[in-house]
């Protein structure tokens, strides 16, 4: 099992491009976050899916578009890229099971808007 | 918005010792989870303990609750090399979808 993937992992855009982070998961988990992380902030999520057919907006969503294509994969747009976007994102699925209740991260995109 | 908080930021210690780390939030949970980070990698589960523990422990580490002062600690004993990361407290509320990370710290361990 690969747990979460995510493409790519680096990428350097200009302002006013676009982009889809792509992210998948083959632990057969319902729900699949989409955080950023900056220096100094800590993990802040942008968007996330409890289901499949569901998104809703987490602590900062302006800027980017979510989809939820299957059960497996969940992909994050920068419609036009903006530099306060540059950040490292991470997707993550969390284990809803009894007794565990943990998250599982992808390896992250580092992402650079000039 | 986060609601965990660590202490201190960034703390450095010899192989061998002992390392401490607070987080203190603001709101009810569910459960609080401890998370490691190592440089340019993504976040690693460690522990996760629950509103009604006090305790728990695996392997080197050992995790507090005070829910009454709404604080956790992770304590790392016999530190190593390896162990050097940044850790993240990360709560789930009652009503919450989604855990909240603190700003994490940041551990140095040298031999």
């Known amino acids: 099992n690969a747990g979460v993937t995510q493409t790519p992992k680096f990428q350097v855009l200009k302002t006013g491009q676009s982009m889809t982070l792509q992210c998948a998961q083959d632990?057969?988990?319902?729900?699949m976050y989409w955080y950023r992380q900056d220096p100094g902030m800590g993990l802040r999520l942008i968007y996330y899916s409890a289901s499949e057919g569901t998104t809703d907006k987490g602590e900062v969503p302006n800027g980017y578009n979510v989809s939820r294509l299957n059960k497996r994969e969940f992909s994050l747009r920068l419609e036009s890229a903006a530099p306060s976007q540059t950040s490292v994102y991470f997707c993550?699925?969390?284990?809803?099971?009894?007794?565990?209740?943990?998250?599982?991260f992808g390896p992250g995109t580092r992402l650079t808007v000039l | 918005s986060q609601q965990g908080e660590e202490d201190p930021q960034a703390l450095s210690i010899q192989e061998g010792e002992n390392a401490t780390m607070n987080c203190s939030y603001k709101t009810s949970i569910n459960n609080l989870q401890w998370y490691r980070q190592n440089s340019g990698r993504g976040l690693v589960h460690l522990i996760l303990?629950?509103?009604?523990?006090r305790e728990k422990h695996s392997g080197r580490l050992r995790v507090t609750l005070d829910t009454s002062k709404k604080s956790s600690s992770l304590l790392i004993t016999a530190s190593r090399a390896a162990d050097t990361a940044s850790y993240f407290c990360a709560t789930f509320g009652n009503s919450g979808y989604a855990l909240n990370f603190g700003k994490g710290t940041s551990l140095l361990v040298t031999p």
């Open positions: 632990m057969n988990h319902n729900s």
């Open positions: 303990i629950r509103s009604n523990e």
């Open positions: 993550a699925s969390p284990n809803r099971d009894r007794e565990r209740n943990e998250q599982f």
